[in-house]
């Protein structure tokens, strides 16, 4: 007979994990007590070693589905005579280092009651249990129980509180639980959405973090007049599908798209489209669909009850403002979209959107990383001081540190108004109570002029605590050190490309070549640069990004051009002054500025309703083709700096145009074209400086044909390739990388403007 305590560690709490140890215990036959606490759950466990051991193995092997166990660690304890029960005890007063779950689409087992005729819960909504359902966006404190979740608006009715004080039942400790007669309710029948859906109508559905925008995807008027509504422009919508099924008649599913379609945090799934018309007026130029199934049980009831097959789902907001949470304000805001409301009265307390992720050979690589893994840890290499990252401009996610664990927002949005740093203030606040966390520091970009740097000067200097700042490219690369565990002190070489980051020298970079690791890397490549004139208007209009590049490469403006075309004559003139003069013009080595002016001189794409719009038509152009041709590389040193040469890359556009070539042809020799490059420029500073893996992130490796032709050159060359899987390499990323320098000490101190 022995007795041991048990610690476990990790996303334990609010997801049954007491009561699977409660049962598992039984099962076995041991006596003891489990409980949670300030640190995770504690077990003390007493009878045959060799049965503790079983319990050991079976504890991580059976664990709850929702549940991330950390570390297990066992103690000897001396056993207690007479004890003959397994308990579970009172919850001592939790904080910090246990993490709040994640939201968890409708497991199995509820999905089965919710059908079944026979159950109290058939066709109730917000049917819930320990292993599905709300958490992160209910919970309004610690430690994680009814009273602090907006929950707590609702009083158990007998029989669900039997089921919640029933240490064998499901339901034990579920803090969303509920049925028809004591929780939540919609604001309407199941049956009139639907009609309004079949009927052409768009509605907007409250859910699980905020409202959707839904109306029938393949109804091409109702979907363009949601487009027109919401003043979206070409910005691909996601849609919501019944079943697999019903995915694989509308996109190329793989076995790794299927599991994560289906994975309990549902993110939305870039598939390929099979069904052109449809990604044609859904997603249009893109050749792709994001496709999520169903994850609220209320989606479920939709499609039970007869609901089109194929649903748009677009977050329920207005351009560039977050998305809307509660009824009065999304009556008052979506007025003018939505023809009818379905709302619900359980309170949102933290707004969340679906999480997008792309698969590319087999590997899941994230685009938005919200709902469903929001606000799981990460953790990190070196211990971190209390710290609050604020990330960059765009796609803004926020980061709370302490130790050795770094906790990831939710997509917040891009933080270019008043709305949206609301949210991001609101945000930091949520996430630093919930985990506990005082910051000793505040971490932005070191870009002077965005908002959210403005913010964390301000939050520091109210707070009484240092405003610190990294670079951006700096900060991609040490996410992704972080997320794929790289030690400190490895030199990794990284190849940053992304449309626009704040660079040491105050130009804008963005075809960065870096070596070093967290604490800090020398910039020892880039592409070259070129002088951009008027800044936001080329990013709208890739015609003037690409007559740039042109004058940078010493190339003419030939009138037949599609980029020249496009514009108007006086437009040209214009431009040609101000790239003379050097008046408004900023320099600039953004890789994704040179995609736009691939993009427009092979005439894919002239006006970008939204980011990076003519990058994606250019990727979209260039699945379309095969083969292995590679426009020319050049790369060479220039006074101990590797120099990514566009110039020949420009004139081979302007060829294959005028000679007629397929226009996905010459995408694909571009994109392999800049792969080559990539591994041309690594094989080279391999022979001068040491290191072993290559790392690439910066928001233009969200671009899979990219990613995975560099993967291929890099490997060819015996490079070990470093890509996202856990963070989305765009700037989504950034706060994770913004805590990962400022634990090494890599972050400069701010130097405050007055
Ligand atoms: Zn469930
Ligand atoms: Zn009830
Ligand atoms: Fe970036």
Redesign the pocket.
Known sequence: MTRRAVRVTGTVQGVGFRPFVFGLAKDLGLTGVVGNDARGVFIELQGPSTVIEDFLARLVAEAPPMAVVDAVTADELPVLAGESRFDIVASAESSGATSIPPDTA??A??LHELRDPADRRQGYAF???T???PRYTITTGLPYDRVNTTMSAFELCPPCRREYEDPSS?RFHAQPTACARCGPRLSMPVDEVVDALRNGLIVAIKGIGGYHLACNAEDPSATAELRNRKGRGAKPFAVMVADLDVARDIAEVSTEDASLLSSAARPIVVLRARDEALSGYVAPGTDTLGVMLPYAPLHSLLFDAGAPRVLVMTSGNLSDEPICTEPDEAEQRLSGIADVFCHHDRTIHVACDDSVVRVEAGQRLPVRRSRGYAPLPVRLLQDSSPLLAVGGELKTTLCVAQGPLAWLSQHVGDTVNLETLAMLSRTADTLLDLQRVDPDAVVSDAHPDYLSTGWASRRAESTGVRHLTVQHHHAHFASLLTERQVPPGEPVLGFIFDGTGYGTDGTIWGGEILLGSYSGVRRIGHLRPISLPGGDAATRHPGRTALAHLYAAGLTWDPDLPSVTTLAPNEVALLGQMLRSGSHCTPTTSMGRLFDAVSSLLGVCQDVDYEAQAAIELEACAMRAGGQHAWTPDVRFEQDVVIIDPSAWLSAAIADGRAGIPVPQSARAFHLGVAAAVARAAEMLANRFEFRRVALSGGVFANTVLASACQNALSRAGLDVLTHRVVPPNDGGLALGQVAVAAAGGAAESVRRR
């Open positions: 409708v497991c087992d509820c049917i819930a249990c292993n599905c359902g499901r």
